[in-house]
Every structure is written in C-alpha cells, then in structure tokens.
Nanobody
Framework: QVQLVESGGGLVQAGGSLRLSCAAS????????MAWYRQAPGEQREAVAV???????NYADSVKGRFTISRNNAKNMVDLQMNNLKPDDTAVYYC?????????????????WGKGTLVTVSS
C-alpha cells in the first residue's frame, strides 16, 4: 500500500501565495516522477507541474513563472510553491507519484494519487 497525503491548501486573495506539500509513504521501491495536478469545478483534471527523480521539471503554460515544484528525494516529498495566485487557479490540487512498488520480489508499476487539497483564490 502506498499513501500520498497533501497539505497546505486554503483560501487566499488574488496575488497571494500558498505552498502545497505532499508526503508519500508505504511500499515504494523507487520513484520516477512526482507531479501536481488540479481539477477545477466542472473541468477535467490537468497537469500543473512535474519533477523527475533527476530533478527535471515541466510546467503547464498557465503557471510558468508563478509556480515552482521541488522535491525531497530522501523524504519522498514534493512541494508546490504557488505565487501570484489568480482566481483561475482555484481547484482541488492532487499529488501524483509514478514509480515502482514490490510484491515480494516482483516489481510492479506504481501510479498513485493523493486525495487532494482545495485551493481557493478570491478576487
């Protein structure tokens, strides 16, 4: 079993900042990448930012220059620093882990999601 727990969501005014954190635990053999996704009301879930085990990052165009993803490999944690927030950033933010888990000696692809944390940006 693998668990991802997000924290740091809340209500903030436009122009403000929030920092989201995600802690992964459980049967994790290795991590290839961790990412943040978001889903606004009535919209599909979309990728916001991703960071690989090697530290490479990629961002959605809508958040480039405002959001920064970082990772603590030793603690299996990933953060998302969100600055200059806009009302359009309002959504439930989800953490995702891609890696490998073990069943005995057999490795399996791991694709795990957290339950999400709500970010609300008021105008």
């Amino acid at each position: 079993q693998v668990q991802l727990v997000e924290s740091g969501g809340g209500l903030v005014q436009a122009g403000g900042s929030l920092r989201l954190s995600c802690a992964a635990s459980g049967n994790i053999r290795s991590i290839n990448a961790m990412a943040w996704y978001r889903q606004a009301p009535g919209e599909q879930r979309e990728a916001v930012a991703v960071i690989t085990s090697g530290g490479s990052t990629n961002y959605a165009d809508s958040v480039k220059g405002r959001f920064t993803i970082s990772r603590n490999n030793a603690k299996n944690m990933v953060d998302l620093q969100m600055n200059n927030l806009k009302p359009d950033d309002t959504a439930v933010y989800y953490c995702k882990l891609e890696g490998v888990t073990m069943a005995g000696t057999i490795p399996y692809v791991l694709d795990s999601w957290g339950k999400g944390t709500l970010v609300t940006v008021s105008s």
